[in-house]
């Protein structure tokens, strides 16, 4: 009950700060914004959070092999990465920055690119480092030179981990990153610049997509529309414009803060621009833990209906947001206890509201655990089938409509010339692959994919079903 009473608290204070609460006015769908790959296909992103492993891992690299990548893309097709990066290994001391870490990470998105991933890398961050214990064991992250507790308290003793987001240290760690307490202006212009080392070395790299720039940020003592529109707005300009320094055409992921908008709770995030020439290539990234799941219950009966009430209240408020950015979306978290009743019913309706969205997911983690799509033992969880589906890898158009079923797939959009589109088909369901309603179908039987080229303009209704 303690993290309960917590999360309610804690949503209290940030409805509080932030003045608003959700509301389920019908939103407006996205404007046509869409992730595109290099020849302009609207990409429909479909992968893992890999991996928290690397959160504590000396290397800052996730425990996992190529032959687990080459197992997910046979269990489930995903073609994409949320790839979790760490600012102490970019930047292990001030103006320093280690490439032989990045060439690390760089082996990593050669894998991942050779079997036709796209790759975003996350700056992650959880209680903002490892600095804020003496013995390293409370968040991750933040190198310790940039970590600054003024002496406050940290107490590790806590029910759940969360709550030490809210311990006087952490909270001061915050305040001086975001130069809240104006003693250190320093430390948002070096992570702009350690972003701006990481983007120098990936921008030609075709696998990799873009750069996530903070993972869930928590404003310390400054919270919701002041933080979201403050400083986290001034960060996001300020590394925007070191990355573009060095990088016009990778997509820069903006996420709002993780507390309230998690759960469903309205972002105050600003427009932020893109100065690159030509349209801009900012997403928004947000994540997605539904508030009763989050207090203990399970997707069942009672709960089943009250998450389903904050699924609209996330949808509505993404899209909202979305369109404030002028941006697409894409879901960089969600996941739960694969063990749970109701949770394979949880996943399918997540990835069911993110198809109608056109927005990519990313699911967490990829890490061997109850939650992933392959327990500590290896063996598979009911991730596996929930998560295996047909979907539309890329769209030679802007997508109207994509719905997905265990033996069919439609996919409704504005073709534009830009390529033939290439849609995912998992053994369940497909076993000898699919057949198109229109076009001319290919089927590429070891990736699993069929390439369908339809005419270049005008509306199509392409309908997949089992060949
Ligand atoms: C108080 N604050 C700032 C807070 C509380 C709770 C979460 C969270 O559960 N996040 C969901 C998942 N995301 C991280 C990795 O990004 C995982 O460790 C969490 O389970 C985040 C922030």
Redesign the pocket.
Known sequence: MKRARWIVS?AALVVLAGGVAATTRSAPQPGGRFITDEQGRTLILRGF?TA?SAKGAPDALPELTKADIDREYRDMGTNFVRFLIMWRAVEPQPGTYDTKYLDKVAEWVRWYGERGYHVMLDM?Q?VWGSGVTPAGTAGNGAPTWATYLDGLPVDTDQPTW?ML??EPGVIRAFDNFWNTTGEHPELMDHYAKAWKAVAARFKDDPAVLGYDLM??P?GGSVQGPQFETGPLATLYRTTISEIRSVDSDSWIFLEPQ??GV?WGLPSALPYVDDPRSGPPRIAYAP?L?PLPL?LGDDYTAGSKDWTDRTLGWWRDNVLRTADRLDAPVLLG?F?LDMTRPGASDLVDRVVRLSERAGAGVAY?SRDPWSWGPYDESGTATPLVGVYARPYPRAIGGVPVDIRSEARSLTVTFDANGTGPTEIYLPAAGFPDGGRASEGEATWDAARRVLTVRTKTSGRVTLTITPA
């Open positions: 804690l959070n928290s992650h959880d969360e987001y809210l993972n869930e928590w993780a507390v998690n994540h833990y989050d978290e996941g967490w």
